[in-house]
């Protein structure tokens, strides 16, 4: 080898020296065929004067030199120190993020940075090309292959970057990616927003679903997003919390996502508002879906884009709601990898999404506390304009709307340090950040804050009325003369069974056994507390329930 890269070598890495043997003099026999050390390691059948000839008996293996692997085409045996470097040819450089995916970065002049998986349909169509263009018409097969090598080295040798779509922390704020013809970026700080068109060193995965959002203009008008939006006032104000804080908080360690959930009657408008979410957050060519039926297709999806809006829901089981708090605040599924016996495969599943329907479909109270519930108002049937219309509106004014998002954004930002939360709830972060908008906007302290409890405690009451031990706890406390009652499981189940209809009896909800009502009560705790019905279990000789009425609690309209 003279040390040049040959584009039919695919990816030559030059063994680390090995000592070389000296010559023995043996004698010759049939069965010895002479061998030759080349490249790759020892080939069979070839003959070269200067090389020694070895004898059938083997002599003592020679000692490997520091990081030096046993096979000798492993590539992970060189050191990333001393690892040749074949691809100076190409115009990307080979990187892997934290999760090990293998990526070619692309840091071009007078461009911003962006990153292909080196995996997948799109890298291969651009690098068949740019072999096709460079070095002549090109194998597929061989190109397939020479990508798995690329994406090999890549994994294990790879510069570590930190690699994001759409949105991106940077220092003091955070950076956008418009993913227009330009691939111009939008950098929001305290201090304001400005357009980067060059030289950004955020690197962003270029995905073939991602849609641009539109150029800030200059003239932002925050105001024209009412007129769009079918819903009171208050919610108004929550709808700007929940974009303003979903566009400043990147998918990264330590982010929580609120879950918006769209209710409204038929006709109300409920898609038509996730799709003008999507248009000013995150657009995509997936638009609304519909819920996945199989639950391992959730973090594929969610992972593909950094808001996703599923239409219709009306109903999903327990394990989907675990599943959908996890995505809220972060974490993973894992697998078995394929062809293995003891791998595992981890799908990260993180990210913003928003649920829309009829019908009540959070019937879990864990996720009921991640949720903001937005209701949409009748419409008149003299006020409706045709959604086609409406939407050719709203894109004409989105460049203003968004410059007014933007703005404000960068005004929470600066009044972060000064906010102050006097409704402190579960998406404390969420609070946090309608603290700082209230600031930012003028409005009195606390205003917009108890809007968000005040809709919280009643999704939370509406989710354990759908509850039938809950609902029966409900009603057994608000009919108690005293606030304060104890008892043991026993007693109190024997008090919550009077008067339940037969059906109730044997839902899925309601406990069988004394054991089965302590096991339950501890899981509704938290939503009860939320309601002003706080539940003690304490242990002793025989297990106490001690149930208290703290709040002002009031079932009349209720039940």
């Known amino acids: 080898m003279d040390g040049t890269y040959d584009p039919q070598d695919q990816i030559s890495e030059t ?80 990187c892997r993020s934290s999760d090990g995916t293998a990526f070619a970065v692309f840091r071009l002049e007078g461009m911003n940075a962006f990153a292909m998986p080196m995996i997948g349909e799109q890298f291969l169509a651009y690098f068949t090309d740019w072999l096709n263009a460079n070095d002549g018409e090109q194998n597929p097969f061989k190109v397939k292959e020479l990508i798995q090598r690329l994406a090999f080295h890549a994994k294990y040798h790879g510069e570590y970057v930190e690699v994001w779509h759409r949105i991106a922390r940077i220092r003091d704020g955070i950076e956008l990616a418009l993913y227009d013809s330009a691939d111009r970026r939008v950098r929001v700080t305290a201090n304001g927003y400005v357009v980067v068109d060059r030289d950004s060193g955020t690197i962003f995965q270029q995905r073939t679903t991602a849609l641009p959002l539109p150029l800030p203009s200059d003239t932002p008008a925050l105001h024209r997003f009412r007129e769009y939006l079918n819903v009171s006032y208050e919610n108004v104000l929550l709808i700007f919390a929940y974009i303003t804080y979903t566009l400043c908080s990147p998918k990264c360690k330590g982010s929580k996502y609120v879950v918006l959930v769209v209710q409204g009657d038929q006709g109300t408008g409920k898609s038509l508002l996730c799709r003008l979410l999507l248009w000013i957050i995150d657009p995509s060519a997936l638009e609304l879906q519909a819920f996945p039926s199989n639950s391992k297709d959730l973090p594929i999806i969610i992972s593909n884009c950094h808001l996703v809006a599923f239409d219709n829901v009306r109903s999903f089981s327990s394990p989907v709601s675990d599943l959908l708090c996890t995505a809220s605040t972060g974490g993973n599924i894992s697998s078995r990898a394929l062809y293995t016996n003891d791998t595992l495969h981890l799908l990260p599943l993180h990210g913003a999404f928003i649920l829309n329907g009829i019908h009540g479909f959070v019937v879990q109270s864990d996720l009921a506390q991640r949720c903001l519930t937005i209701r949409t108002l009748p419409i008149d ?47 404390i972060e969420f609070s946090q950040w309608i603290a700082a908008m209230e600031l930012a906007l003028g409005l009195p302290q606390g205003e917009v804050q108890a809007t968000y409890s005040r809709i919280l405690n009643e ?26 009652w104890r008892g043991t499981p026993a007693a109190l189940l024997k008090e919550l069974e009077e008067g339940r209809s037969p059906r109730e009896l044997n839902s899925q909800d309601w406990p069988r056994n004394p054991i089965q009502l302590s096991k339950r009560m501890k899981s509704l705790k938290a939503s009860l507390d939320s309601q002003g019905v706080k539940v003690e279990i304490t242990r002793g000789k025989t297990r106490q329930i001690i149930i208290t009425n703290v709040g002002d609690l009031d079932t009349s309209e209720i039940y």
């Not at 020296?17 to 026999?29: E, M, R």
């Not at 990081?67 to 450089?93: C, G, I, K, S, V």
């Not at 939370?460 to 108690?480: G, H, P, R, W």
């Open 459 to 484: 999704s939370q009451l509406d989710t354990l009325l759908d509850n039938s031990l809950a609902s029966a706890v409900i009603k057994f406390v608000s009919e108690q003369l005293d606030q304060r």
């Open 381 to 427: 049937g003299q006020q409706r304009i045709p959604e086609a219309e409406l939407l050719k509106n709203f894109e004409r004014d989105l460049p203003d709307i968004f410059a007014g998002l933007l703005e404000l954004s960068s005004k929470i930002m600066a009044q972060l340090p000064n906010a102050i939360v006097t409704h402190p709830e579960r998406m």
């Open 15 to 94: 063994p680390a020296p090995v000592t070389q043997l000296k010559k023995q003099p043996v004698a010759s026999t049939p069965a010895d065929t002479p061998q030759a050390v080349s490249d790759g390691g020892i080939s069979p059948g070839a003959s070269d004067s200067s090389v020694p000839t070895v004898a059938s008996t083997p002599p003592p293996p020679v000692p490997l030199a520091p990081n030096q692997a046993t096979r000798p085409n492993d590539p992970l045996r060189f050191p990333p120190t001393t690892l040749p470097n074949p691809y100076e040819r190409y115009e990307f450089e080979l």
